[in-house]
Structures are given as structure tokens and as C-alpha cells.
């Protein structure tokens, strides 16, 4: 028995980033249980937000996650790793963009778990967790539901969005795991 296709395009999209999906949740499960795991996981999303930057261009929320990770990462008295990632010819489709524009809000709804424990290893929002607490309390994530239920795609379209969206995992895993070596990857 199969499942039937979603519905919506967001859950299109979800059902076809799922198995990307959970393997961040793998990565990033125990990348708060202490101080180190949590340098690790701040240098990792350092790069991914300056890639993402790349592909979506200057948006706002974007160069504040930026500075507010570079901040945070002051704070644990690591600098950020140059991280390489090839972000391949369809970055600049604004169907694959639509893509990466649903992983990014999406991970606020993690980021309030991990808010939580970077809050019990004694970081705050002014010291040492700006970038999680900016993150979690964003309101992106309703605002991205709302213009997914809004728009009406061709498969072709739908198909680079679900590409774009993998692409994006891609490259979080990618930086994690950079971001845990310490090395330019």
C-alpha cells in the first residue's frame, strides 16, 4: 500500500525532502548536548546562511542570521569556517529559490528546541544564542505557508522547487559537517 501524493505543495514539497530532512535531524539531534557540539553546529549554519545569502541574494533576515551567528560565535571564541559548497546552475531559478526559501523558515520550528538547550549550557539570546533565538521567533514560516497555498505550479516548476529544496539540505549536511571537522571542505 502506497501513500497517497500530497496534496498541497507544501506537503509535495515536504514528501520529497523528507529523507534529506531526516538525515539533518540525525546530524543535528545531539549537536547541542554540550559546548563544543554547539561551536560545531554554529559554524556549520554560518556557512549555509552565507550560501544561502548566495542563492536568495541580500535578504535582510538573512545578513541579521549572519551577524548574529558570527556574534554568537565570538561569544564560544570560535571564528567561522570558509566553507565551499558547488551550489550548482539551478541555484538562480527562482523555482529552485522558492525551494530554498521553504528549508530555510522551516528550520525555525527546530530552532526552538535548540534554543532550549543552548539556553540550559548557559547561553541567552545576548550571549552566546542570538542567532537561534533570531531564528525561532521569526514568523517567516506562516508568511512561506501562506504564498506555498497561493501559488499554482507546473510539474516542471514544482519539480525545480522540490530540486531547489534538496539542494538546500545538501548543502546544510555539507556545512555541518564542515563545521564539525573545522576544515574548509
Not at 113 to 130: D, I, M, Q
Not at 131 to 147: F, K, P, V
Request: hydrophobic share 45%.
Amino acid at each position: 500500500w502506497a501513500m497517497p501524493p500530497s496534496a498541497s505543495l507544501r506537503g509535495r514539497l515536504r514528501d520529497a525532502t523528507a529523507a534529506a530532512h531526516a538525515r539533518i535531524d540525525s546530524q543535528v539531534g545531539d549537536a547541542v548536548a554540550d559546548v563544543p557540539g554547539y561551536a560545531a553546529f554554529l559554524r556549520g549554519m554560518h556557512g549555509f546562511v552565507r550560501h544561502a545569502r548566495q542563492v536568495l541574494g541580500d535578504a535582510d533576515d538573512l545578513a541579521a542570521c549572519e551577524r548574529a551567528l558570527a556574534d554568537d560565535l565570538v561569544v564560544l571564541a570560535h571564528a567561522p569556517v570558509d566553507i565551499d559548497v558547488d551550489l550548482g546552475d539551478g541555484a538562480s531559478r527562482e523555482m529552485a529559490r522558492l525551494g530554498w526559501r521553504y528549508v530555510i523558515p522551516g528550520s525555525s520550528l527546530g530552532a526552538r528546541v535548540l534554543l532550549r538547550r543552548a539556553e540550559a549550557l548557559g547561553f541567552t539570546e545576548t550571549h552566546g544564542a542570538s542567532y537561534l533565538a533570531l531564528h525561532a521567533r521569526g514568523d517567516a514560516w506562516r508568511t512561506l505557508l501562506s504564498t506555498l497555498e497561493s501559488l499554482r505550479l507546473s510539474p516542471a516548476d514544482e519539480a525545480c522547487a522540490c530540486k531547489g529544496a534538496n539542494d538546500a539540505f545538501q548543502c546544510v549536511e555539507h556545512c555541518l559537517d564542515a563545521g564539525r571537522s573545522g576544515l574548509a571542505a
